[in-house]
């Protein structure tokens, strides 16, 4: 069976399923339908074997790494270095069902490597790079330009068998408010391309109305990423978000995991540490905090995230 008919049940083979040599599939024991996963940005100070042993003592199912610039993973390295950092996490107990890549354009020759490596390596979920708005056309202008490499990238990802998910990221890129990825979805296939909603980021641009953005989008939603915020001042007295510990912020978590109970997706889950951590939270190479009060919020926040799933009889 090719690689790309098990995108559909995405989260399953990443989480442990092998192919045995006679190409029947041989699932892990207790492999979970949605694995929740550390986003590593915040464990750049650390190497691959390190991050393993903490994410295997703080009990995550799996790892969402960095492979972009200036991430754990030169992506004009990722040939040599990709596939070792998988067998590493793996090695400990940590699959490694999703990345967070730069790419945006199928044609790009790194991009098209760093794709086919992950895809060999086991990896189904990438998260795309961020496209801008040109200002000086309309935003339909800016989002007809897109739909083509929307279009591409996806027919590359099925080739490959991969899933790219674009990100909802508040301010002024494309997809902030939500609804403009629906543009850029809408003729793709979701089982290739889609959307990997982040909660916090929606809720950020949409207020109340951050529902309705789910909902348009719900059918390309393929992997989601969780944190929680607040709006606080600045020290100049600017309001600004403020990322804080799970169950602590303004999201309203209730009324999420309503709706993406609905979704049946069986995805990674990516559960972002954003809030400050030494400088750690921004991918810096060093941190002032010591490391072990990192690793303590990190589990807070898993702990709390898979009690509220299961509360909600959103099944791991």
Request: hydrophobic share 40%.
């Amino acid at each position: 069976m090719e690689r790309r008919n098990f995108i559909s049940t995405t989260g399953l083979s990443a989480a442990g399923i092998t192919l045995a040599g006679n190409g029947m599939a041989i699932p892990a024991a207790k492999s979970p339908k949605r694995p929740l996963c550390a986003f590593t940005k915040c464990l750049q100070f650390l190497n691959f074997e390190q991050i393993g042993e903490v994410l295997a003592r703080l009990e995550f199912d799996g790892a969402d790494i960095t492979v972009r610039p200036d991430g754990q993973i030169e992506p004009a390295n990722v040939k040599a270095e990709l596939p070792k950092a998988v067998k590493t996490l793996q090695k400990a107990g940590i699959a490694v069902p999703l990345m967070v890549t730069a790419v945006t354009d199928a044609a790009d020759p790194l991009s098209i490597e760093t794709l086919k490596v992950a895809a060999d390596a086991g990896i189904t979920h990438y998260r795309m790079g961020w496209l801008s708005y040109d200002f000086k056309k309309t935003i339909q202008q800016n989002l007809d330009g897109y739909k083509g490499s929307f279009e591409k990238l996806a027919k590359l990802n099925e080739k490959l068998g991969i899933h790219g998910g674009y990100q909802n990221h508040s301010g002024l890129h494309v997809g902030a408010p939500v609804w403009d990825l629906y543009d850029l979805v809408k003729e793709v296939d979701p089982k290739y391309l889609g959307v990997q909603y982040d909660i916090r980021h929606a809720t950020t641009e949409g207020g109340y109305c951050w529902l309705l953005g789910m909902k348009r989008v719900a059918p390309w939603i393929r992997s989601i990423c969780i944190k929680d915020f607040v709006w606080g001042k600045d020290a100049k007295g600017a309001w600004k978000h403020q990322n804080v510990l799970l169950g602590e912020g303004m999201v309203n978590f209730k009324e999420f995991f309503k709706e993406y109970a609905t979704l049946k997706v069986e995805a990674p889950v990516s559960i972002h540490f954003e809030y400050d951590l030494g400088g750690a939270e921004s991918g810096k190479k060093t941190t002032t905090m010591d490391p072990e009060k990192i690793y303590a919020m990190m589990k807070k926040d898993l702990d709390w995230l898979r009690a509220s799933m299961k509360k909600n009889q959103i099944e791991l």
